[in-house]
């Protein structure tokens, strides 16, 4: 069975980008209800048990062979080691498209669950409300009670694939969108964006591997850069950018302005009629690229003020349609999404509840690709923003042989200086725009 690939979903098959959602966990845990839990996911949504094939001029969603469906990977082993691992095992070419893995601790009773979806099919929203189904299968296996979740159906034997992310989209007029189009590329054209240089200056002589710097804030930090993000009428999305945008102008040259690019992935499931669940398996996220201008001492405040400002804009208007629109011209025209730093933010997200006698001490998303490019000399920096239970945190991801550790560290350390400053040290509320 096939399902054609949409012209957005077809953007990310080149990409080889996917989501490893990981939770640790300790108590007692029944690898078998888990097991089974994981397979009812995999029944209830066809793309998960899919390969990519071509079709045609694009590309298709083939469903895999019984034998070939990805079921849950049991071993034994250091937990920290095997998330390295898995950041660093790419999803097979012609392959499943999800991956389950458990970890357990030689001693004791701590455990990994690692959960990597390919970006084809889904996104740091439908990513994080996969991993939380299946824990929640996994508890009403084992306190015997009905999942009272439903999902897809096969119906006279028919598959019930989710809808093509592209074919959701509202009506639009073509020539809007091309003046858009060409609007949006004469601006990246004309203010091209700085970016940072790696500082690894032999990368043939470094093992390359993803990596990742975690930069994290305990309830009352994260309590405390809420609270002073509302008293100054930003989003704690838009503090995180600036003090992002601020440290990578301190590693350019010179003490005049610059333009720096923020690219803010952008959700567009709440915004489809009628919306579109999280647990929905489409890339259902377009993005928004502000340029600002700033200098080595840039005010965090200011800078948050602008961006919270011009993404309100963009959202409320109809610039995430345009964009959703527009992506598939990106491999074209790379500028459409080039930028000094990339800053996702999945929002708070409470942690599954689990069954009595198994806890969850740490949830995490970082995104991985399979494709790093030493030989560009410089490109963005990505940071994964998300709050499981009340705690931030900031996942760097970089590769080996184009960041070092050493450098990664530092830029991490830095955001979250300025990330706890800007709490004890919060300035005026932003200037009214009404």
Same mark, same amino acid.
């Given at each position: 069975m096939h399902r054609m690939l949409c012209p957005v979903e077809t953007l990310y098959v080149g990409q080889r980008s996917r989501g490893v959602i990981s939770s640790a966990l300790?108590?007692?845990?029944?690898?078998?209800?888990?097991? +089974?839990?994981?397979?009812?996911?995999?029944?209830?949504?066809?793309?998960?048990?899919?390969?990519?094939?071509?079709?045609?001029?694009?590309?298709a969603l083939q469903l895999l062979a019984e034998a070939e469906r990805p079921r849950l990977a049991t071993?034994?082993?250091?937990?920290?080691?095997?998330?390295?691992?898995?950041?660093?095992m790419a999803l097979p070419v012609g392959g499943p498209l999800s991956r389950a893995v458990l970890v357990s601790a030689p001693r004791g009773d701590d455990y990994l669950f690692v959960l990597s979806v390919d970006h084809t099919i889904a996104d740091g929203h439908s990513s994080i409300a996969l991993h939380h189904e299946v824990w929640n299968r996994y508890r009403a296996l084992v306190e015997g009670v009905g999942s009272k979740t439903k999902l897809f159906s096969v119906a006279d034997g028919t598959l019930d694939w989710p809808a093509p992310v592209s074919g959701l989209l509202p009506a639009a007029d073509s020539a809007r969108t091309a003046d858009y189009l060409?609007?949006?590329?004469?601006?990246?054209l004309r203010r091209p964006a700085q970016m940072i240089a790696y500082d690894v200056a032999d990368?043939?002589?470094?093992?390359?591997?993803?990596?990742?710097?975690?930069? +994290?804030?305990?309830?009352?930090?994260?309590?405390?850069?809420?609270?002073?993000?509302? *008293?100054?009428?930003?989003?704690?999305?838009?503090?995180?950018?600036?003090?992002?945008?601020?440290? *990578?102008?301190?590693?350019?040259?010179?003490?005049?302005?610059?333009?720096?690019?923020?690219l803010s992935p952008v959700d567009l499931r709440s915004r489809l009629s009628p919306p579109v669940p999280a647990l929905v398996m489409i890339?259902?996220?377009? *993005?928004?690229?502000?340029?600002?201008d700033v200098t080595p001492g840039a005010e965090l405040g200011d800078l948050a003020c602008t961006i919270h400002a011009r993404l309100s804009d963009f959202v409320t208007g109809e610039g995430p349609y345009h964009e959703m629109r527009i992506m598939p011209e990106v491999p074209r025209s790379p500028t459409l999404q080039l930028a000094t730093v990339i800053v996702t933010n999945m929002g708070v997200v409470p942690e599954p509840r689990m069954p009595e006698g198994?806890?969850?001490?740490?949830?995490?998303?970082?995104?991985?690709?399979?494709?790093?490019?030493?030989?560009?000399?410089?490109?963005?920096?990505?940071?994964?923003?998300?709050?499981?239970?009340?705690?931030?945190?900031?996942?760097?991801?970089?590769?080996?042989?184009?960041?070092s550790p050493a450098f990664v560290q530092a830029l991490g350390d830095e955001v979250r200086a300025a990330l706890i400053a800007f709490t004890e040290g919060i300035g005026p509320a932003c200037p009214s725009t009404d």
């Amino acid at each position: 069975m096939h399902r054609m690939l949409c012209p957005v979903e077809t953007l990310y098959v080149g990409q080889r980008s996917r989501g490893v959602i990981s939770s640790a966990l300790r108590g007692h845990l029944d690898v078998a209800a888990l097991s +089974a839990a994981f397979d009812a996911v995999t029944q209830a949504h066809p793309s998960l048990r899919s390969r990519i094939v071509p079709e045609g001029e694009g590309f298709a969603l083939q469903l895999l062979a019984e034998a070939e469906r990805p079921r849950l990977a049991t071993r034994t082993g250091d937990t920290d080691a095997a998330h390295a691992a898995e950041l660093n095992m790419a999803l097979p070419v012609g392959g499943p498209l999800s991956r389950a893995v458990l970890v357990s601790a030689p001693r004791g009773d701590d455990y990994l669950f690692v959960l990597s979806v390919d970006h084809t099919i889904a996104d740091g929203h439908s990513s994080i409300a996969l991993h939380h189904e299946v824990w929640n299968r996994y508890r009403a296996l084992v306190e015997g009670v009905g999942s009272k979740t439903k999902l897809f159906s096969v119906a006279d034997g028919t598959l019930d694939w989710p809808a093509p992310v592209s074919g959701l989209l509202p009506a639009a007029d073509s020539a809007r969108t091309a003046d858009y189009l060409e609007l949006r590329i004469e601006e990246t054209l004309r203010r091209p964006a700085q970016m940072i240089a790696y500082d690894v200056a032999d990368p043939s002589a470094v093992e390359g591997r993803i990596e990742v710097c975690r930069v +994290a804030l305990d309830e009352e930090r994260t309590s405390r850069l809420r609270h002073c993000a509302r *008293a100054v009428g930003v989003s704690v999305h838009a503090v995180i950018a600036a003090a992002l945008l601020a440290t *990578a102008r301190r590693r350019l040259h010179g003490d005049e302005p610059l333009p720096l690019s923020c690219l803010s992935p952008v959700d567009l499931r709440s915004r489809l009629s009628p919306p579109v669940p999280a647990l929905v398996m489409i890339p259902a996220v377009t *993005a928004h690229l502000q340029t600002l201008d700033v200098t080595p001492g840039a005010e965090l405040g200011d800078l948050a003020c602008t961006i919270h400002a011009r993404l309100s804009d963009f959202v409320t208007g109809e610039g995430p349609y345009h964009e959703m629109r527009i992506m598939p011209e990106v491999p074209r025209s790379p500028t459409l999404q080039l930028a000094t730093v990339i800053v996702t933010n999945m929002g708070v997200v409470p942690e599954p509840r689990m069954p009595e006698g198994l806890e969850i001490t740490d949830a995490r998303l970082v995104p991985a690709r399979e494709r790093y490019f030493p030989q560009a000399e410089r490109s963005p920096v990505m940071a994964c923003v998300v709050s499981f239970e009340g705690r931030l945190t900031i996942e760097f991801p970089y590769f080996t042989a184009c960041f070092s550790p050493a450098f990664v560290q530092a830029l991490g350390d830095e955001v979250r200086a300025a990330l706890i400053a800007f709490t004890e040290g919060i300035g005026p509320a932003c200037p009214s725009t009404d």
